[in-house]
């Protein structure tokens, strides 16, 4: 397939919720949609980076950069294929969440011509998905128990806390006696160190999930002894960055649960080989969020529908996060979302919300 040009749109999307970050209160969601024009059609990616380099060394601009500059003029001199996508980058370190948005958007292409769906392309045996919610750090307990209730008014069907040190026993705590025996599970986003291992084990009474990435990244080792010194499992997220880290992970007891970011991962096409192999391995895997809209959201769903994603994920409704989506909007119908049937992602990109959130004209790139 060639491409014939590489479209990048950046859009400012309003968020329901501010989200707190160490750079600021965003209003607004900065997201990078990629679009390949080919002969037989169209295809969308969505970059999950953040707009600072606060969850990973990736963010927003940096992301367009690199994709402007040296991603996309490499693969509009090839023929390309979703499969020949990472092979071609493979020149570039890093850069997995560009490197993703690209691949995804060839895939659309690839697969809405073809007339196959995202679900089927991956192996997906459920038209349902189950979903969890993430609920991050409130300004009281009081007003996390409060959103934490409309959670579950909605039907979400596990919550899932962020915790962080001193904010960590008593909200769990909180929470446990307002949800009873909904499932429930805490994410540490990296926030604690060797020194926590002790304060960590007094989760153990709280009856959890899981929990999740509480140390650095690099540091597999860590997450051994932790995982050896409590009853909770110990779930990696930014950890897993290909199949070959997570066989590793497992095989070293690190990690007994792994949640999957395609993201993070370098695309989908990782995402799924990493499915594969934790379900040969036993180990059950989840869809972990990164605020997408429903480009994103739609692929996530269609990932979240294999057979070993046997844990909710993050894979909540389009209300979480917006009071309108830049898709149709994904809707939660007894703690479940449906997976999308049509070609490719099957979700359509609404032009007249992508033309009034934009925050520039879209750079497009074309074979010299």
Partial sequence: MKIEAIELHRIGMPLVRPFQTSFGVQTKRDVLLVRVLTASGEGWGECVAMADPVYSSEYVAGCEAVIRDYFAPALL?????????????????????AKAALETAVLDAELRAAGV?????FGAVRDRV??????????????????????????????????KPGWDLEPVRAVRELIGDTLLQVDA????????IDHLQKLDEFDLLLIEQ??????IAAHVRLARA??????LDESIVSAEVAIDAIERHATSIVNIKAGRMGGYLEAVRTHDVCAELGVPVWCGGMLETGVGRAANVALAALENFTLPGDTSGSSRYFAEDLTE?????????DVPTGPGSGVSVRSELLNDWALRPPIVLRAN
């Avoid at 769906?117 to 392309?121: K, Y």
């Avoid at 986003?189 to 926590?196: F, I, Q």
């Avoid at 409590?230 to 779930?235: E, L």
């Fill in 130 to 163: 189950d979903c969890g919610v993430s609920v991050g750090i409130a300004p009281s307990i009081d007003e996390l128990l409060d959103e934490v209730d409309g959670y579950l008014d909605e039907g979400y069907q596990r919550i899932k806390l962020k915790i």
């Fill in 329 to 337: 909007p994904f809707v939660l119908r007894d703690g479940q979302l």
């Fill in 214 to 219: 509480p140390f650095v990244e690099e540091d």
């Fill in 117 to 121: 769906s995202f679900a089927q392309h």
């Fill in 189 to 196: 986003n990296t926030a604690y160190s060797l020194a926590d």
């Fill in 77 to 97: 001199r090839v023929d390309v294929a979703s499969e020949t996508v990472a092979p071609t980058l493979r020149f570039a370190l890093g850069h997995r969440m």
């Fill in 230 to 235: 409590i009853d909770t499992p110990v779930c």
